[in-house]
């Protein structure tokens, strides 16, 4: 709980994966990625309760040994790749509502495939929601100016052009402006927000800023990247 405000975690974590098999479950250093969010969860205590949502029945085990809850099984309609989080966190919630008996004020999705964050990133999180009295608050990390918009390319039928005609203007990386993107440590949002604005991300929505490197794992160099940072000597490279 904080100041009040009842705290539910959900992770999403469905068996399929295209780009690496039963990924969930795949480790790093050793642990689960949806364990890992389980150690996480314990260091954060202002999380009243905190469940996986998943269609599959070995990662609900591995996720309650790590110490996340799986009251349910999350249904096959809500299990494809083009399933939204809206959809997938509406129907957790409702659910685990259900089977509680009570609302929850807060809901903080964590998902396994961002293992770098730490308990610090999600208190900051739910605590920029509640003090600042937003829709949601989301983890985001400053965009490489290699990945900027305006130096983006396009290949089409006519050839090669810029996805940004404004990108031909770009002569130094300080003409461009900062952008972010969302890292996947955490995305905190009110009930209301997600019930009746039916969005994550609502009307008035914030940023908590993540300084250390991040990754989003997609493929299994994501893994060995991973691995790398965690284990490099503090000051290296």
Avoid at 131 to 151: A, I
Wanted: glycine share 8%; net charge neutral.
């Amino acid at each position: 709980m904080y100041k009040g405000k009842n705290v539910l975690a959900i992770v999403p974590a469905r068996g399929g994966s295209k780009g690496v098999k039963l990924k969930n479950l795949q480790p790093v250093c050793g642990v689960p990625l949806v364990a890992l969010v389980g150690k996480i969860v314990k260091q954060v205590p202002i999380i009243d309760r905190a469940v996986v949502s998943t269609d599959h029945q070995e990662i609900a085990r591995v996720a309650q040994e790590s110490g996340l809850d799986a009251p349910f099984m999350r249904p096959p309609e809500l299990s494809g790749d083009r399933i939204s989080d809206l959809d997938v966190l509406t129907q957790a919630l409702l659910e685990v509502e259900r089977i509680d008996g009570q609302q929850y004020d807060i809901i903080v999705m964590l998902q396994p495939t961002s293992p770098l964050r730490k308990p610090e990133h999600v208190i900051s999180t739910i605590g920029k929601l509640v003090n600042d009295n937003l829709d949601s608050v989301w983890t985001v990390s400053e965009t490489d100016s290699k990945h900027h918009p305006l130096k983006q390319l396009t290949i089409s039928d006519d050839g090669l052009g810029y996805y940004d005609i404004s990108g031909k203007e770009i002569i130094a990386r300080q003409q461009l402006k900062t952008l972010y993107h969302r890292n996947g440590v955490a995305y905190a949002m009110t009930r209301e927000c997600l019930l009746e604005q039916k969005t994550i991300m609502g009307k008035k929505a914030g940023a908590v800023v993540v300084e250390e490197p991040m990754v989003s794992i997609d493929t299994y160099l994501d893994f060995e990247l991973v691995e790398f940072l965690i284990n490099k000597p503090k000051g290296g490279l």
